[in-house]
């Protein structure tokens, strides 16, 4: 059984409009589509994408992760300008209780993430969301929902080895602290922690790290160095050393996630499941 792939565009790779008569100009922005309407038959219908050619690649890559024109530099301009956001941000601690910095350093991060992505790309109103995996992913509901737990599953087991692993071996400046008991605001104010934490840090890291870094990686180098890259990127952000292995382990398991689903929702069911039994954990003093 051959795999066909075509030379074209279904989607505008710069706004996401669907081009209903491709042509050498989108209608809707007016950025010029190179691609032209040429199918192209794999003999080779198990090759993975770095071992076909690059347009064949590209057009399997649209075709599982929906229209994204962009490479590298987008997403290195964005993670030069998240750092500093990031460090200026986490600067708040000296100001503000550190359950108050938590919220409102989510909140600012957040917004700095959904515009820089915006920024970086197709700067289109309206948005497109399927631009960033935020569609619906390409299997049933109950097979991603499945694939969504078991890698949930595998990220919570990987953080579980790694941390008996430094502790047997004594590497205690690798044992990842406990979350701080000051971290989540107090009372019925603690809901607001929870959102922050569990709801719009995920999103937000998500549409970031997964659907604009790891797909620009992708464009460029394929999707395995793709995905490892964005992981190495997602682990080196969260600045700690005590986390970075593990993070990294669950950046890998989330880009796989979205490749193999071709979409970041269930990503983001799987990073927020994993803040929410963190916040969890904190709130009821585990």
Request: overall charge neutral; aromatic content about 10%.
């Amino acid at each position: 059984m051959q795999l066909t792939l075509f030379m074209t565009y279904t989607h505008c790779p710069h706004c996401g409009a669907a081009l209903l008569n491709p042509g050498n100009f989108c209608p809707t922005c007016g950025n010029k589509i190179s691609r032209v309407a040429e199918p192209i038959v794999s003999s080779h219908p198990e090759a993975e994408p770095a071992d076909i050619p690059f347009a064949q690649r590209d057009s399997l890559i649209q075709q599982r992760l929906g229209p994204g024109g962009w490479g590298f530099w987008a997403p290195a301009l964005g993670l030069l300008a998240l750092v500093p956001t990031a460090i200026l941000v986490s600067l708040l601690a000296l100001l503000l209780p550190l359950s108050t910095t938590t919220v409102v350093a989510t909140v600012i991060l957040a917004i700095v993430q959904i515009c820089l992505v915006w920024a970086l790309t197709t700067r289109s109103w309206p948005i497109q969301p399927n631009l960033y995996g935020l569609r619906l992913p390409a299997m049933a509901h109950w097979r991603a929902a499945l694939t969504s737990l078991f890698v949930l599953g595998a990220s919570l087991g990987a953080i579980q080895l790694y941390v008996m692993g430094a502790t047997y071996l004594g590497l205690d400046l690798l044992v990842p602290e406990d979350l701080p008991a000051d971290l989540l605001l107090p009372g019925r104010l603690s809901i607001l922690s929870i959102i922050a934490l569990a709801v719009i840090t995920p999103l937000a890291e998500e549409i970031f790290f997964r659907g604009f870094v790891l797909r620009g990686l992708v464009n460029r180098w394929g999707v395995v160095p793709g995905i490892i890259l964005s992981a190495v990127v997602f682990a080196g952000l969260h600045f700690q050393p005590s986390i970075i292995f593990p993070v990294f382990v669950t950046g890998l398991l989330l880009g796989w996630l979205y490749w193999h689903t071709g979409s970041i929702w269930p990503g983001v069911g799987v990073h927020a499941g994993q803040n929410l039994i963190a916040t969890l954990g904190v709130l009821i003093g585990l």
